[in-house]
C-alpha cells in the first residue's frame, strides 16, 4: 500500500510543530490506528530494502561482485542457522525398480540426518553411455510430493535426454508427513505449508529456520549421487518449482558443487512480493532476511558464475515485476564478471505452475549446458506413474515404515541442549535479544485530551511515542483519591479485548484499579487489540503475515511489545514520580511473554500475568501447541525463558492467572505448572486460584 510514513512522522512533531505539520498530523491521528501501523511497518521495509539496493549498486566489478556473493552466502547460512556440522552416514538402500524402457526409475530411501528418513525416486537413462549430468528435482507443494504429475513430466523428460534425476519428498509432503495419524492417514496439522508452519515456527525459538533442514536434504541428495558410478561429478545440477524452486534457491546458495540451477514460480522482489502477497511459506522466511540487505536478487548472484535460468508465470502471485526487476539487476551482476551469456529469464503468459512452455525451457538450459544443445526441448507424450507405484517405503509413509524422526524432534535436542549449555541472561543479552537500545528516550505524549469522566474516573485520550516515527493509543485512567496509590500499566492482548480497545471507554482492568486508587495507562501495543493483524492473503492467515513480516524484519511482535511496555512504563514514571507509589504491570493474552521481558527489565513491584504461556521450553517441546505465529521470538532459547524471566523480575511478585500450557489447556496446580515450566519455581511466582484477579474479589 502506499506509505504514510511522512504523516506519521508529522505525528510525533506535533508539540513544537508549525501549522502546516501540525495539520499533517491532524491528519495522520485521524487515519485508523491500523493503517497507521501499517505505513509504519511498510516505511520499515521500505529502508531495509533500500540499504540492501544501495550494498548491491556498490557491487560494480567482478571483484567486488564476488565478494558480495560470499557475504551473501554467509548471511544466509547465518540466517537459517547453519547447516548440520556432521554428515552421518546416509544408510541408502534400493527398495524396488520400475523398467520403462528408455528411463527407469530407482525407488530409494536415505537418512539425511541419524534416523531422519527421505523417501526418493531416482530417474536414470538407459541409453546413452555414461556417466550422466545429475539433478536433484525439488519437489513443489503439492500433497503428493515428488510424485505430483506436473513434477513428473520434468522428472522423465530429463531421464530422456541423458539426466539422472533425484526426485525426493520435502518434509511434510509425500511419503515425509511429520504429523501424519495413522487413524485418519493423512496430517493431524494439513499437508504441506501446514505442516512447514507448524513445525518451522518452532524451529524459530532454538535460533534455526526451518529451512535449514530442506537445504540439508538437498546437501544429502548430492552426496548420495557422488556414491553412484554412472553420475558425472561435474555436471550436477537443482530444479524445482513454486516451494521447488525456493528449494532450488537456497541450494544455489549454501551448493557450491552445483553446475546449472533453474528456479521456476518463486524469483520475485521483495518490493513487490511485501506490498502484493505478502510473506509466504516458512521455508522462505529467513529470520532478518530483509535487515540483513538481502533480496531475491541475491539470491542468484550468490549463485554466480554458475549458469542460473529463472522461469516466471506473469500472472503468477509471485508478481512477475518484480521477477523482471530482479533479473534486470542480476543481469548486470553477470555482466560485470563476464558470464552474461549464463543467466536467463523464461516467461510465460499463464497462473502460478510449472506449466509445459516453462518445463520446456528448463530443459534446453540444462541440456545448453550439459549436452550442447542436443535431443531439443519439446517434451512429447508421458506416461504418469501413480504415487503408490512410486512409493520408497512399504508403507507409505516414513513414520510407519521406519518411525522417522522428524524435524519437531531434532529441534527438540536442539533446545534441550541449549538449556543445559546457555549462559544466564543479562541485561544486555536480553537487550539484544529484543533489539532494545541502552537508553530509551524520554516518553512523551504527541496527543493529550479529556475525553470525559468513564463511570466517574477522570480519562485521557493520549498518543504515546513508542517508536520512531510511530505513536501508539493509550487511555489513562484516574483514581478518585488526590494521592493515588501508584501505578499501573494494562496490555490485553486477548481477543476479547478489541472491542474494548476500540472506543474511548477503558477495559475492565484499566477501570478495576483505578477504583483501587492507581493511575491506570491502558496501551494498545502493537500486534493486539486495534493492531492486531488485519493484512491476509495467499492462504496465510494474518497472524502469521504480521508475525512472518516482523521475523524478516529481524525482529519479533513480542520484541515490539516489549518496547512497547517499556516504553509506557517510563511515561507513567514521569506522571507518578514517588518513588515509593507501587508499579504494576498488568498483561494478557499475547502479550504476557513481552510482559515478562519488561519487568525483567524494569524495576515494577507487582506482575499480573494473565492467560498466557509460561514456558518456551514448553512451546518447543509440544508436537501438537496451540499457539499464535505473534508468540514465537526467534533465538529466545539461545538467550533464556520464561522462568528465568519471571525471576528475574524479583523482588517483584509474579502473579499467574490462568496460564496455559503450550497446548491451549489452563494450568491449575502447582505440579502441572511445574511440569510445563520445566525448571525450577521462581519463589517470587504465585499461581492464582480460582477464575478472578484478587482485586475483583
Known sequence: MPSRALLVLAATLVVCATPQTQREAHAAQDATPAARFDDWLDAQAEQALSNGARKRSDASTA????????????????????????RAPLNARITGRLDRGDYRIERLVFESLPGFFVAANLYVPTTGSGPFPALLGTAGHSDEGKAAPIYQHVWISLARRGIIVLAYDPPGQGERLEYFDPATGTSRVGIGTPEHRHAGQQCLLTGTSIARYFAWDGVRAIDYLLTRSDVDPKRLGVAGNSGGGTQTAWLAVVEERLSAINSSCYITSWAELWKERGPQDMEQVLPGFLARGLDFSDLIIAAQPRPYLVSSA??????????????????RAYEAIDAADRVAHAEHDDKHGWSQPLREAAYAWFQKWWRGGAAGSA??????ETAEALRATPTGQVATAFESRTIFDVNLDRARRLKQTRSSATPASLRALLQLPDEFPAASA????DVGPTRGLRTERLELTVDTNLTLRALLVHPREQRPRGTVLVADGRESAESENASDEPGEAARAWAERGYVALELNVRGAGLLAPSRQDGGYSSDYQLAARAWLLGTSVVAWQARDLLTGLAFLEQQLPDPASERVLHVAGIVTPAGLFAAAQNDVNALWVEEGIVSYSDLAATRDYRAPARLFLPGVLEVTDLPELMALAAPATVHLVRPLAADGEIIRTEAHLRRRMGSAFPDNVTLEKGDRLLFRN
Request: hydrophobic share 40%.
Open 63 to 86: 571483484e567486488e561482485i564476488r565478494r558480495r556473493a560470499t557475504e551473501v552466502r554467509r548471511q544466509v547460512l547465518e540466517a537459517m542457522g547453519g547447516l548440520p556440522a556432521e
Open 314 to 331: 506473469i500472472q503468477d502471485f509471485f508478481p512477475i515485476d518484480g521477477a523482471r526487476a530482479t533479473m534486470a539487476e542480476v543481469r
Open 379 to 384: 517434451e512429447g507424450d508421458v506416461t504418469i
Open 446 to 449: 504527541v496527543h493529550r485530551e
